[in-house]
């Protein structure tokens, strides 16, 4: 967040600089780079919303004009300022020896059985983890905080991710299962991940957010496969043995949200209660109703003047799932009413959200501005 804590007045343009056209903001970015933001004052100061004084970084993304990464020594030398020094040179050199001592490759393999395990235990929640997390996890080498530890852990999930150079499993490429490690801070991979989707850092923070959503949805539904990577890597899992026959696909996908048994049950519950979503109750719902455009709405009621779907999101859903549901509803709605217009049918259609926990407060703006209909805390077991 910027601010000006010891600033009591709450008035805008107060000093004589508020009364110029841009300013220039840096940000160190923890991994020995900078962002330089360039921003409208008057905009800025507009978006002084958290207490009095203060603008989250989220809203200079959001306004700013101008936005580059570069690296820190060269913003010092534009601003003719000298870098910190690290005086500790007998600790400084430990560490450098200690960078090029760590086996990357034996680590890349702790890292991704750990993290097949966090998508096979995953019951809801975040489905990310931090790099710090991950680094303990693992035992890796410390510390876990700085430049150093940032580059060396990029660096072995950087060989983590060419462990799958080449790999299919039933014909589908390996998902980036990388971009399940963010900084915990922006809670957002680094840059790094650019080596496997070089459009990433051209990303602006809501869109990188939006690759994960995607990415997330493929790593979670690549489900019982990632225990055939592992084996094809001669990687043991971490809290499962493998039988002697190679692992299998399995008969649902017991790693993620979409399809769980917890979904399903939810999914079965709605459709033969439509009360529950104001529906009438003599008409049974239709369980994974396909739609023209490829996609499946979770449950769709269907009388002669109102045609009602609903995207249902069980306990497993976090946040970032729950507001995917918001705008799946949105989608779904569209490709109805173009389904209905294109035969000449004439009907109403909706589509609501169904949730068997509370919706998060963090989405009741966007529910509201989508205008979507959502019934939460549903007991359905």
Not at 153 to 170: C, N, R
Not at 228 to 246: D, Q
Request: a positive charge.
């Amino acid at each position: 967040m910027v601010s000006s804590t010891r600033r009591e007045d709450s008035s805008y343009g107060s000093v004589g600089w508020h009364n110029r056209d841009y300013i220039c903001l840096f940000r160190e970015d923890g991994e020995g780079s900078c962002i330089v933001y360039i921003c409208d004052i008057e905009e800025l100061l507009g978006e002084r919303k958290d207490g009095r004084h203060g603008v989250l970084w989220s809203n200079v993304e959001k306004i700013a004009q101008y936005k580059k990464r570069l690296p820190s020594e060269i913003v010092c030398k534009l601003l003719d300022v000298k870098p910190l020094e690290n005086t500790d040179k007998p600790a400084k050199d430990t560490e450098a020896k200690k960078s090029k001592n760590i086996n990357h490759k034996k680590y890349a393999k702790k890292c991704l059985a750990y993290l097949v395990k966090h998508i096979r235990d995953f019951k809801g929640g975040n489905k990310y983890i931090t790099y710090g997390e991950l680094a303990e996890a693992v035992n890796y080498p410390k510390p876990y905080t700085g430049n150093l530890f940032g580059k060396q852990i990029g660096e072995t999930l950087g060989v983590m991710g060419h462990l799958f150079d080449g790999m299919t499993i039933d014909g589908e490429t390996i998902p980036i299962i990388q971009a399940l490690v963010v900084n915990s801070g922006n809670k957002l991979p680094s840059d790094g991940l650019k080596e496997f989707n070089p459009s990433y850092p051209k990303l602006t923070a809501t869109k990188k957010k939006d690759f994960l959503l995607s990415e997330y949805k493929k790593i979670f539904s690549f489900g019982g496969r990632w225990d055939k990577v592992l084996h094809n890597l001669n990687i043991t899992p971490i809290g499962k043995k493998y039988s002697k026959r190679k692992p299998g696909r399995g008969l649902y996908n017991p790693y993620g949200s979409e399809g769980s048994p917890e979904h399903r049950a939810l999914r079965d519950y709605i459709a033969a209660h439509p009360e529950m979503v104001g529906y009438d109750k003599n008409i049974t719902g239709v369980p994974e109703y396909p739609l023209r455009s490829g996609d499946s709405v979770d449950v769709v009621f269907e009388s002669l003047n109102k045609l009602l779907g609903v995207e249902v999101k069980s306990e497993r859903s976090g946040n970032d799932d729950i507001e995917r549901g918001l705008y799946q509803c949105i989608k779904y709605s569209a490709v109805l009413k173009s389904e209905r217009d294109v035969n000449q049918k004439k009907y109403d259609v909706d589509c609501v959200l169904v949730l068997a926990t509370a919706l998060p407060r963090q989405l009741y703006q966007v529910r509201d501005k989508l205008g979507i209909t959502v019934f939460e805390n549903i007991e359905y077991k």
